[in-house]
């Protein structure tokens, strides 16, 4: 699977330092530069407009410096990778302090450079699976109930179960009837809603026990009489999910 490109900008006031992080990042898959800045200020304006994921950063440049201007880059970008790029190693314990992903001392390396970008590629994958998690606890679904449209709270759906020629959509107290098809309630769902059945899916974050029951598994809830199913083919992938 190819990996996602990751969008990169260069904030150092050396001339010199910046053609050697492009030359060393043009030669790296997966990453593109989109925006330089001389100094602090600049940096600023660049994680605004670029929205970039990753920031490659000198500490001392003249006005506001490395480590002032990251401090307010992440607090309007929370999720920005920095990787602090010096000649002095003195900074260390406050760079850390503002979250930065490495430290790399100059001259700098272009494997040193590579090991750091892909530590903040892993940051990065963190910090954006954190802040969907946030957002799916109060994301909702449209979903179509004969001549009504529901708004229902991803969160709070047990289960989706196919009876016949209806879908239904389980949450703790309530049952909702559609027309739509698994599959098309499946492509609007966050990840941790798995098809454990043909005739299932379940939100993963809510199984409380999984027992036997014949050639089949039953999915429990708590709080919830509910149960699903899980077939026999998708129980061990469904016990890995649930503890990983």
């Known amino acids: 699977?190819?990996?996602?490109?990751?969008?990169?900008?260069?904030?150092?006031?050396?001339?010199?330092?910046r053609m050697i992080l492009k030359h060393f990042?043009?030669?790296?898959?997966?990453?593109?530069?989109?925006?330089?800045?001389?100094?602090?200020?600049?940096?600023?304006?660049?994680?605004?407009?670029?929205?970039?994921?990753?920031?490659l950063v000198d500490i001392n440049m003249p006005g506001l410096n490395g480590l002032e201007a990251v401090k307010i880059c992440k607090e309007k970008a929370p999720q920005l990778q920095v990787i602090f790029t010096t000649g002095f190693d003195e900074f260390a314990a406050e760079a850390?302090?503002?979250?930065?992903?490495?430290?790399?001392?100059?001259?700098?390396?272009?494997?040193?450079l590579f090991l750091a970008l892909e530590?903040?590629?892993k940051g990065f994958e963190v910090a954006k699976q954190s802040a969907?998690?946030?957002?799916?606890t109060y994301q909702k679904i449209a979903v179509k109930s004969?001549?009504?449209?529901?708004?229902?709270?991803?969160?709070?759906?047990?289960?989706?179960?196919?009876?016949?020629?209806?879908?239904?959509?389980?949450?703790?107290?309530?049952?909702?009837?559609?027309?739509?098809?698994l599959q098309e309630i499946e492509e609007t769902l966050p990840?941790?809603?798995?098809?454990?059945h043909r005739s299932f899916i379940v939100n993963l974050k809510k199984i409380a026990r999984?027992?036997?029951?014949?050639?089949?598994?039953?999915?429990?809830?708590?709080?919830?009489?509910?149960?699903a199913y899980i077939s026999k083919l998708k129980i061990y992938d469904v016990q890995s999910l649930l503890v990983n």
Do not use: Q, W
Request: with cysteine; aromatic share 12%.
């Open 1 to 17: 699977m190819k990996m996602e490109t990751l969008k990169v900008v260069i904030a150092d006031d050396d001339h010199p330092s």
């Open 25 to 55: 990042i043009d030669l790296f898959f997966d990453y593109r530069i989109v925006g330089e800045a001389e100094n602090g200020e600049e940096l600023v304006e660049l994680i605004l407009h670029k929205k970039p994921d990753i920031a």
């Open 96 to 112: 850390f302090d503002v979250s930065a992903a490495d430290y790399v001392i100059k001259p700098i390396e272009r494997t040193r």
């Open 119 to 121: 530590k903040s590629r």
């Open 132 to 136: 969907m998690k946030s957002h799916n």
């Open 146 to 181: 004969y001549n009504t449209l529901l708004y229902l709270v991803v969160d709070e759906i047990l289960f989706i179960e196919k009876k016949a020629r209806k879908t239904v959509l389980h949450t703790t107290d309530h049952c909702y009837e559609t027309t739509e098809t």
């Open 191 to 196: 990840s941790y809603f798995y098809k454990t």
């Open 210 to 227: 999984i027992e036997a029951s014949g050639e089949t598994y039953l999915a429990y809830f708590t709080k919830c009489s509910k149960v």
